[in-house]
T-cell receptor
Framework: SQQGEEDPQALSIQEGENATMNCSYK?????LQWYRQNSGRGLVHLILIRSNEREKHSGRLRVTLDTSKKSSSLLITASRAADTASYFC?????????????FGTGTRLQVTL | NAGVMQNPRHLVRRRGQEARLRCSPMKGHSHVYWYRQLPEEGLKFMVYLQKENIIDESGMPKERFSAEFPKEGPSILRIQQVVRGDSAAYFC????????????FGDGTRLSIL
């Protein structure tokens, strides 16, 4: 089964509005990461939050992590048309010096003018 | 710094042929990961390699698939005797040898099987 499940699967908002995406996971993690994927392209890393952190900001992005509920949220404030993309959360369980990412199914965000 | 480079971007093969996908990690990165993505889905881990070593291949099918990351040159994902179900986008990522570091992705190879 999926380690990460994003909610909603698709989200359509107007430019200037905020977009919130949620991610749930099943097992204990070392860190959780959010990535963006534009159509036909690879993934771009947005933000990494460690298991001992609760909130992190980067520009218009705000990520929260609740390890007791095994969930995370990504908030994009003042959205722009260029934010249109698929957003994935990925969890990491370290077993050595570096570890694989386990991805959710993604949220497809559409920002219209 | 050049990013992760994958080639080819698009690869078309007929059933039964071999597919070779190449990945050059970012400079200074010693860890390489391969993922597969089906349409409208997230990425699925296949294999994790360091130079000359396969560290974790738990996501890679036991038959027809192999991966290597030689001392010199790019990492190679090889699929023998391809079938239609192998059609997907294959992404490579690399990271430095430190924990809690993000992975940097290439733009992928889109494999189509006729």
């Amino acid at each position: 089964s999926q380690q990460g499940e994003e909610d909603p699967q698709a989200l359509s908002i107007q430019e200037g509005e905020n977009a919130t995406m949620n991610c749930s996971y099943k097992t204990s993690i070392n860190n959780l990461q959010w990535y963006r994927q534009n159509s036909g392209r690879g993934l771009v890393h947005l933000i990494l939050i460690r298991s001992n952190e609760r909130e992190k900001h980067s520009g218009r992005l705000r990520v929260t992590l609740d390890t007791s509920k095994k969930s995370s949220s990504l908030l994009i404030t003042a959205s722009r048309a260029a934010d249109t993309a698929s957003y994935f959360c990925a969890t990491v369980v370290n077993t050595g010096t570096a570890s694989k990412l386990t991805f959710g199914t993604g949220t497809r965000l559409q920002v219209t003018l | 710094n050049a990013g992760v480079m994958q080639n080819p971007r698009h690869l078309v093969r007929r059933r039964g042929q071999e597919a070779r996908l190449r990945c050059s990690p970012m400079k200074g990165h010693s860890h390489v990961y391969w993922y597969r993505q089906l349409p409208e889905e997230g990425l699925k881990f296949m294999v994790y390699l360091q130079k000359e070593n396969i560290i974790d291949e738990s996501g890679m099918p036991k038959e027809r698939f192999s991966a290597e990351f030689p001392k010199e040159g790019p990492s190679i994902l090889r699929i023998q005797q391809v079938v239609r179900g192998d059609s997907a986008a294959y992404f490579c990522a690399s990271s430095p040898q430190r924990v809690n570091q993000p992975q940097h992705f290439g733009d992928g190879t889109r494999l189509s099987i006729l």
